[in-house]
């Protein structure tokens, strides 16, 4: 099973992203939250953490067609997955549904925002209720995202994870943590582990 790729970008189009890795190209369906966090980078080295899957209903006569669907952080494949299981859904559904930031799609999940769900394209109102009813108690890790994928330079997502927790434990709710966790990242200062993050966090409950 393929899970990550990393080649130059060639190519991409509304639903799919071309790479080089000699001496193959591969051709990587992507969701539009994806393809807007890519697009500047034709010529460039990507990498993209990939699910790979069979897709084809030899039943109804049609053969079945290794795909690879690629997102630039683990996590937000692990969303994508994660909203691929809801009935009715799937693989292409959800690539078209994907218009939106994960973390925009998981508040709005979170909060049983039927609404906003709803104009996802192909998510219609029973389907943004099936979505609600199977994911909402599954999203504050995926809400908390920033819409960026963080590296060595920026804040490791476990330790934005366990920061969270830990606030949640010292009895904040769900939305007092997150909150309370935007100021300092959005601060771009690098806070290396939890320690650093937490007092950052109370430092400016201080001000």
């Known amino acids: 099973m393929i899970t990550k790729i990393r080649g130059k970008l060639l190519s991409i189009t509304d639903e799919e992203a071309t790479l080089d890795i000699p ?7 992507i969701p539009d939250f994806t393809r807007r966090r890519i697009q500047l ?3 460039e080295e990507v990498v993209l953490h990939t699910i790979h899957y069979l897709e ?11 795909r690879l669907v690629g997102f630039v952080s683990e996590i937000e494949r692990e969303f994508f997955e994660l909203f691929c299981s809801v009935d009715g859904v799937g693989v292409r ?6 218009v939106r ?17 709803s104009t996802l394209p192909g998510i219609g109102a029973a389907t943004a209720d099936r ?4 994911l909402k108690r599954k999203m504050p890790k995926f809400a908390l995202l920033v819409a960026t994928d963080m590296g060595d330079d920026g804040v490791k997502r476990d330790v934005i994870e366990e920061t969270y927790q830990i606030l949640l434990t010292l009895g904040h709710s769900d939305a007092e943590a ?6 300092p990242l959005s601060s771009k200062k690098k806070f290396k582990d939890v320690e650093s993050l937490l007092t950052a966090v109370y430092e400016n409950t201080q001000k």
């Open 56 to 66: 084809g209903n030899p039943a109804q006569g049609s053969r079945l067609m290794p």
């Open 41 to 43: 980078s034709i010529g």
């Open 131 to 134: 979505v609600i009813a199977k």
């Open 178 to 183: 997150r909150r309370l966790l935007e100021e």
């Open 101 to 117: 930031p994960v973390p925009d799609v998981a508040l709005a999940i979170e909060q049983e925002d039927a609404k906003t769900l």
């Open 23 to 29: 001496p193959f190209e591969y051709a990587v369906l």
């Open 93 to 98: 559904k959800a690539l078209r549904a994907m």
